[in-house]
């Protein structure tokens, strides 16, 4: 069974600091991954999606990578800002079906 | 809509009561699923259609739960004999075709369910 897993649970940071966030699964045998943004008593917001063929995928301060064999994924978030605080959720696409398998997400605090 | 629309936003009932969770996909996207997710966790599979058929039920917890897309559009996620441990937030999302096939999903913002 899939398994994900998001270091850290949670993180606090000053505004203007570059971070990384980790995301980790069991199985490397996955499609796609997927980067989500979720704000409180909100929905999720897609990020980035990265196909298992790719290595990395970038959206203006957003930067995806993604490790299959070693069951890795980094979300690199450079120049932070208050409005980045948020529940970061990290998703695998499975290859026996269609459904996401999500980790718990790390919630992200950036402090003015 | 431009995005994914869920009705209701919040949804508070009594143990024992039958409630009903709709779902309106984007135009057009053919591929559907329901999760859901507990306070500080993940969200969870529990059903997802291709077109109006069920592909995989396969995390529908128990029989209390049934959902259905008789058009192949909104769907409607049903749950009978509410216990307290259903409170959850109930997402669903659409893709334009299967995500093992590269599609992209898109969330609403979720309906959230308390039972007293």
């Known amino acids: 069974k899939q398994e994900v897993t998001q270091i850290p649970a949670a993180l606090s940071v000053p505004e203007g600091e570059n971070l990384v966030l980790n995301c980790s699964f069991t199985d490397s045998a996955i499609y796609n991954l997927q980067w989500f943004r979720q704000d409180p008593g909100k929905g999720l917001t897609s990020l980035l999606l990265i196909q298992s063929s790719q290595r990395e995928q970038t959206s203006g301060r957003l930067n995806a990578s993604l490790d299959k064999s070693s069951g890795r994924s980094t979300l690199y978030i450079a120049a932070s800002q208050p409005g980045d605080s948020a529940t970061y959720l990290c998703a695998v696409y499975e290859t026996s079906g269609s459904r996401l398998t999500f980790g718990e997400g790390t919630q992200l605090t950036v402090n003015p | 809509g431009a995005g994914v629309s869920q009705t209701p936003s919040n949804k508070v009932t009594e143990k024992g009561k039958y409630v009903e969770l709709r779902c309106d996909p984007i135009?057009?996207?053919?591929?559907l699923y329901w999760y859901r997710q507990s306070l500080g966790q993940g969200p969870e599979f529990l059903i997802y259609?291709?077109?109006?058929?069920?592909?995989?039920d396969s995390g529908l917890p128990n029989d209390r739960f049934f959902a259905v897309r008789p058009e192949g559009s909104v769907s409607t996620l049903k749950i009978q004999r509410t216990e307290r441990g259903d409170s959850a937030v109930y997402l669903c999302?659409?893709?334009?075709?299967?995500?093992?096939?590269?599609?992209?999903?898109?969330f609403g913002e979720g309906s959230r369910l308390t039972v007293l």
């Open positions: 135009s057009g996207h053919t591929a």
């Open positions: 999302a659409s893709s334009l075709q299967p995500s093992a096939n590269t599609g992209e999903l898109f």
């Open positions: 259609f291709q077109g109006t058929g069920a592909a995989d």
